[in-house]
Structures are given as C-alpha cells and as structure tokens.
C-alpha cells in the first residue's frame, strides 16, 4: 500500500511539470481579503483553500475546467477557465450572500428553522452512516502566533534572551508553532480508521499536527481534538436532543446548483453548557449540511482556551453522497498573562468511497509514518500544498529549519560544544536551596547532567528522626553512541534527632530505541527508611503538619539495609511485566522526640503501628520476589520509522500481582505467598459525565511467617488532605484492618459529573465547579468490611476538589469527614505529577 502510495505521489508531483498553475486572491466586494476561503474544481473533489490573505494556487492538467470559490456567508461564484501549461491569473470577489424569505410555513408562531432543523436531526443518522468506507487525502496546516508574553509566568521571570532563538521579537510577538502535513485517510464503518502520513514537517523540526482533526456534526456528541477541550463533547445542532439546548433562528434561503439552502441561527439556550453558537446552512428537502460556521467560548464549557471557531464547507463528491471539503479551526487562549492566537486548515480530496483494505489492515498501527516522511525538500511541497504559505511562515520555516540543521550539524563539534559550555546558566545559591540545581557537562563522547534537588525542599520532620535533611543527586549519562542511556542516583538522609544517617544509590539502564516499550533494568541498594505500608498512604509534608500543628505523628518508619533488582518490559500486544527481587534487613525504630508548636500536653503516638500493637516487629531479614503482569486490550500505537508510541486503549486495564516470600535465603525469616488481581479503568459517557473505578480481590496462599511490612495493607487517611482518589479510605485508619486473609476484595468508584448538575446551579456553574460522587469499600470477611460514601465538588479554582465522607465500618460507630485535595483540569495534572515522586 505504501509504495502505491509513493508512486501515485511520484505521478502527481511529475505532472505538476507539465501543468498549469492557477493563483489569485478572493476577497469580497470592498477588496478585503477572505481568509481560508474554499476553491474547488466543479465535478470532482479536488480543490484548495485560500490562506489569511485570501491567497490560493492549485496546479492542473491542461484542459478546460469551472472552478467554483465559495466562503460561508457569501454568495459562490463559479468561472470557467482553459489551463495550458503557463500560469494563470484568477481572481475572485464574492458579495455577501443575498437571502429571500421566500414562502415559509408557520406553525402556531414557530419560527421556521424549528421544521427545517426537526427535518435535519431525521436525517441525521442516515448521513453519519451513509458511507461504509472511505479513504481520503487530507493536508493539514497547524499554525499558533503569539501576540504577546508577560514578564512573568506564575511568578518566575521570562528569559527574554530566549525570544530571538525562538523566532520572535521584543515584545514576545511571532509564531509560536508550524506544521504541515499530508496524510492519507482509511475508514470503515462502524469505527475502524488508520492514517498513513506520507510528509510531514514542523518549522525547526519534528513531526508536526498529522492527526486530521474530523469534527463529525452528524454526531449527537461532537468531538474537538479529542475530547481534550471539554471531557463532555459538545451537543451537535443536530443532535437528536438539540431542541432542548438551542433555539433557531430562520435567517433565509438562496438558490445553489438549483437546491435551496437554508440559513439558521443557532442561539443556546443557557450558559455553562456544553454549547455553540453561530450559523448551520441546511439543504432544503435532503435535509443535509451544506455547511457550518460555529463558535464556542469558556461560558460554554470551553476548557483551557478561551474560543473555539469552527468553519465547514461540504461538498458532493457523488451525486447523493457529500463530504467535507475543508474545515478551518481557529483557536484563541489569554491566561496568565501569555496571549496566542491560531489556526488548523483540513483540506480534504481525492475521496474514494469504494477502497479494499485487507483482513488485518486495521490493526495496532493507528498513524504509520512513512521511511521518508521527514526528508522532503522544498520543491515537493510548493508542488502539493494546496493553502500557500504567507511571508511569515516562509521566513518561519526557513529560520527554525535552517536553526536546527546548523544545530544538529555542529551538535557534537568542538565550536558548538565550547559554546554550549559558555552558555549554560549558572548554578545559584536559589536553586541548591529550594529548587533543583543542574549542571550539563558537555563532550563529543556523551552529553551527561549533574542534578541536586533542593535542600530545603526535601528537609523534613518526624517523631523518629527529628528534623532530617535529604542530599539527593543524580548524574545521567546519555552517550552519543550505543543503544543505552544511564542514570546513577545517590541519596543521603541525617536524622538530628536520632542521629541516624543513611544512604543508598541506584543504578538505572534505559535503552534508547523502543520507547514505547519502557524498559528498564534498576540495581539500587544501601540503608534506608521506609513505610510499614510500601504504597506510602501519608506524605513526609502532610505528616510534618499533622505533627507539628496537631501532635498526631501519623507516619509509621522502619530502617532496612536492602538490595534490589528491578525490570521493566512492555509488548506490542499491551502486555507489560515487571519483576523485582528485593532482600531487606529490617530494623525497627523508636520516637525520639515529641516537639510540635501546640497541643504539648497530648500524648504521642508510638512509632509501631497502634492498630497492630499486638503483632512484634523485632529485628529480621526478608528476601521476596514478585512479578506484575498487566495487560491492556486493544492498545493503539503510532508508528515512526525507528520507534512507536503507545496511544492508549478505549478497554479496562487488568493487572496480576504475585509476591512470595523466601524462608532461609540469605537469612530470610520470611514465608508467605500473596495474590492480587486488579482492574480499573476511566469511562467517558461524555454528556454525563466520567467513571472512574478500580476493583481489586487478593490474598494470601500461605501465611506461615508474615511480618508487618508484607501484610495486605489499605490505604487509610485520618487527616485532612487526600492525595490517593482510587485507591484509599478518606476516613480508615492507617493500619487497624491491615492482614494476612486467605481471601479480600476491594472497590473504588468515583463518577465525575464534569458540570452536569452544578451547570444549572447559578453560581457553580458560572465557577466551573463540578459534582463528583462515589464509593470505596473493602470486605475481608462478615466481621471485616468498611465502607464509605462521598460527594463534593473539584475543579474549585481548576485546582481543588473538597468531599464530604461518611463511613460506616465493623465494630465502630459512623464517622464523617472532610477532605481537600487537587483535582481539576490542573489540580489533577498536579497530582499525578506528585504521585510520580521517589519512593523512599
């Protein structure tokens, strides 16, 4: 298929050789440029668009044509042309479309555009599955401007120097990203669709915008680049339960190719949901789209951009069947003082309704890069780009582009080495202190980095320790030959109050290729200090404040010497597996101090588990193995040529667990055997919201030796702050239902109405403020069991998520809380990245 593909290209570029070039400008009557505006050749699908400044070109085959120039909103004009092989002139000047009301028929007052748009959502179904399989030619053009940068972005001074690298000016003005790209377009009902990009560029290099942003308004449920702007879609104009959320309004008809077009206003109905606004222009008697011109805003659910302009024009491509010709997407985002603006062109052609596709032809490759998708030359595609590039882009391109070569060309020169040297920024007493210091050592063998985390940053204070401070280091090694990468790691901790100091160092290989398949082999071992409960559930900080404000020193320590081996491995197939063996000589710790700044009459909790005070934990070693197997079905990839990148699954995750304890190696104490088998998954209903859940059953196979540290543990929370949403108890204690059960299971169920609800409530849905509701519940056995029910609202501030809980567990009156946490459009983008921490 792709040699076909290159060859039919080969044939299109050698033709352009011998044929005519058609260019000019469509602008409207006062001469004012109309941007994007649509050109196509009358009888096919072949056809262009215009750029901002009204400018367009197309290359043909001698003959005589009729090129039709049409722009939403203005009346189409056709002119018929004779091509020879010299170029041609052809400008066009539209005036805006003139509308008659003509006879319309009124039912009980209603306005018209209620009967045409009743007709539309009829018919919707049949267009949106009318066509079984397709292929398609698709351009794309992704462009960002900056109009503007602040001089601080969230507190941090902007390094203006930077400006001039980046191709803008003083003032932070110029174009931010560049891209084009053309990609070849497979579908088959119901949902099957692969892409195959055959050319692809960004200004300064990379692989650019290829994905073909297809905005389906035969859908009920409009997507715009993948959900990311608004986790619910958006309600089509035609979707089947439209009239519940817009009025219309009937503006006129004019006369096109002897069909009647009609003209709606779409009018919302209410703020705060998930809404366009603008024009619809439907065929009369078909009852199809002719085309759309749409806006959306943040008062409509709009997400992380402030607009969002959506301009379609379809076209027939046989005589009953029509398809979208181009469709222009305009973006515009004014946060935090940055301001940009910017637009992506489709220009779809060449469509086949009638391809064959193999048995396995949809297969793991969702996008498939060809070889040589990144090495065309400027000839190629002012031969094939159908939207010509403005004096801006020209000059973007040629900069970034020629920027990046001599960069690349000079990487490991001694000249650029020397300057890279002279470059790099120094290391300030700021950045050892609080943020992290890094040093770049540079040579044409490797490219190695020096990196200190902040010493204040990592200070923290517990009732075992004290106050102790965390030298952590890492050095990475990136060789300029050779297939791995390297990662040394070394962290110390001292304890002023135990005097205690430890240390331990890992050793990390990652190989360069495959990314996609995340491997990685870790060797680490040395003295540490670690949690009875290995999945943390209370942070060092979170512990410091509970401690110091309220006495209540909720962190539970033990030191270990250990050693440590670790691999990672990922297949095609969705299949990872991780292995670990791990040896700890474990050593048990006291309270050595009772400072906090109130609540000094209050007694102290003991550093052993209060909950399992019956158990000892004295001096012992433990050796343990344990693999992890997950799998996702149906996982998607895109395919460049020297590596893949995973795109996720629409299906569930499952995950096995087994970990078993060596008695007698090296000294091991130790002897059980545990089980856990997960599932969990995030299910968008769009609409109504996102669902989100985790189930787990486990156990354990043989218990004959178990210490605290390898017990099943959950993960409680008695303070305040939740960081865990799916896998902890807001309102369960730390360690009171830790075990060695034969059998538990576990459930965790969250559903998050993504404005659903509170979009009614005035001022909730002004804030953006969510409802999100749920559950999380274990069982061990009849007299084992908690459960605990939420609700609250995220999103507060696009950072915070407050719930109120209330839990009912075995032997224990209800109890009710409070948590805050982060979550939101950033809040959980923040939280992931926390969670993401070291563990130590």
Not at 114 to 121: F, G, L, P, T, V
Not at 151 to 160: A, T, Y
Not at 440 to 460: C, D, I, M, P, V
Request: proline share 4%; hydrophobic share 35%.
């Amino acid at each position: 298929m792709r040699k076909i593909i290159l060859f039919l290209l080969f044939l299109q570029i050698a033709y352009t050789s011998f044929a005519g070039k058609i260019s000019g400008v469509v602008t409207d009557t006062d001469g004012k440029p109309l941007a994007y505006s649509s050109v196509l050749v009358k009888g096919t699908s072949k056809g262009t668009n215009a750029n901002s400044e009204g400018k367009y070109a197309i290359f043909l085959t001698p003959g005589t044509y009729t090129i039709i120039c049409q722009h939403v909103g203005y009346r189409r004009e056709e002119k018929q042309v004779t091509v020879t092989g010299d170029n041609l002139e052809l400008d066009f000047s539209l005036a805006v479309q003139e509308l008659t009301l003509g006879e319309v028929i009124v039912k009980k007052g209603e306005d018209p555009a209620y009967e045409i748009i009743r007709q539309a959502i009829k018919k919707r179904s049949y267009y949106n599955t009318q066509v079984d399989s397709l292929s398609v030619d698709v351009y794309i053009k992704g462009l960002l401007r900056s109009r503007g940068f602040p001089d601080r972005i969230l507190g941090k001074k902007v390094d203006k120097k930077d400006f001039e690298k980046s191709g803008l000016d003083s003032a932070g003005k110029g174009i931010l990203f560049l891209s084009e790209s053309f990609t070849k377009v497979y579908f088959k009902q119901p949902n099957k669709i692969k892409f195959e990009v055959i050319s692809a560029r960004q200004s300064g290099g990379g692989p650019g915008l290829s994905f073909p942003f297809f905005i389906n308004f035969y859908e009920n449920n409009v997507s715009v680049f993948n959900n990311n702007l608004n986790p619910r879609g958006f309600i089509s104009p035609v979707a089947e339960n439209a009239l519940h959320f817009y009025k219309y309004r009937y503006e006129g008809s004019y006369t096109e190719d002897n069909k009647l077009v009609n003209k709606i206003e779409v009018i919302p109905r209410r703020k705060n949901e998930p809404l366009f606004s603008g024009h619809i222009e439907i065929i009369e008697d078909d009852w199809r789209i002719h085309s759309v011109d749409l806006l959306t805003t943040s008062q409509y659910q709009l997400e992380l951009i402030d607009t969002l302009h959506i301009s379609q024009i379809h076209v027939p491509v046989e005589p009953d069947i029509w398809r979208t010709k181009d469709q222009v997407v305009y973006v515009a985002v004014k946060k935090f003082g940055l301001d940009f603006a910017g637009n992506f062109v489709n220009v779809y052609s060449n469509y086949n309704l009638a391809p064959s596709f193999g048995k396995k032809y949809f297969n793991r490759i969702l996008m498939k890069y060809d070889s040589t998708y990144d090495k065309k030359d400027s000839s190629y595609w002012n031969n094939l780009r159908p939207v010509p590039l403005e004096k801006d882009e020209k000059r973007d391109f040629l900069f970034k582009d020629s920027v990046a070569k001599r960069d690349i060309d000079s990487l490991y020169s001694q000249s650029s080495i020397d300057s890279l040297r002279k470059n790099q920024k120094p290391v300030k007493i700021m950045d050892i202190l609080w943020s992290d210091a890094h040093h770049t050592f540079y040579n044409k063998k490797a490219f190695s980095t020096y990196t200190l985390r902040g010493l204040l940053q990592q200070a923290e204070y517990n009732t075992v320790e004290g106050l102790s401070v965390n030298l952590e280091q890492a050095y990475s090694l990136q060789p300029t030959k050779g297939k791995n990468n390297y990662l040394i790691g070394w962290y110390n901790r001292y304890g002023f109050s135990n005097t205690h100091f430890n240390s331990w160092g890992e050793f990390v290989v990652r190989p360069k290729e495959e990314n996609y398949r995340n491997r990685y082999l870790v060797i680490s071992g040395g003295k540490r200090v670690s949690q009875f409960n290995h999945d943390n559930p209370i942070t060092p900080l979170i512990n410091e404040m509970s401690t110091l404000f309220y006495k209540r020193n909720y962190i539970k320590l033990y030191e270990n010497w250990f050693g440590d081996i670790e691999y990672n491995n990922r297949f095609e197939n969705g299949i990872k597996w991780n292995v670990k063996a791990t040896y700890e000589d474990r050593i048990p710790l006291e309270n050595t101090t009772d400072f906090s700044f109130f609540y000094k009459d209050r007694v102290l909790l003991p550093n052993h588990p209060q909950e399992l005070e019956t158990i000892a934990f004295n001096r012992h070693q433990a050796v343990s193995a344990g693999i992890i197997l997950t799998y996702q079905p149906g996982q998607k990839y895109i395919q460049f040529p020297d590596s893949k990148m995973p795109l996720g699954s629409k299906y569930p995750t499952l995950e096995l667990e087994y970990i078993k304890g060596f008695k007698n190696i090296l000294g091991s104490d130790v002897d059980y055997d545990k089980w856990r088998f997960s599932v969990f998954d995030n299910m968008n209903f769009k609409l109504l919201g996102e669902f989100r859940y985790r189930f787990v059953v486990g156990g354990f196979l043989n218990d004959n030796h178990v210490e605290i540290p390898d017990l099943q543990h959950f993960n409680g929370n008695l303070t305040t702050y939740n960081s865990k949403y799916l896998n902890s108890f807001q309102l369960a204690p730390y360690y009171q239902y830790s075990n060695a059960a034969r059998f538990f299971a576990v459930g965790h169920a969250e559903h998050h109405f993504n404005g659903l609800l509170t979009n009614k409530v005035p001022l909730l849905g002004s804030l953006k403020w969510n409802l999100v509701i749920g559950s999380n519940a274990f069982y061990i056995n009849r007299g084992t069991y908690y459960l605990e029910a939420f609700a609250g609202l995220e999103n507060i501030f696009k950072l915070l998520r407050v719930d109120f809980v209330v839990a009912n567990q075995q032997a224990d009156a209800n109890k009710y809380g409070i948590r805050i946490g982060f979550d939101g459009i950033f809040g959980s983008r923040l939280l992931a990245g926390g969670n993401n921490n070291r563990r130590n």
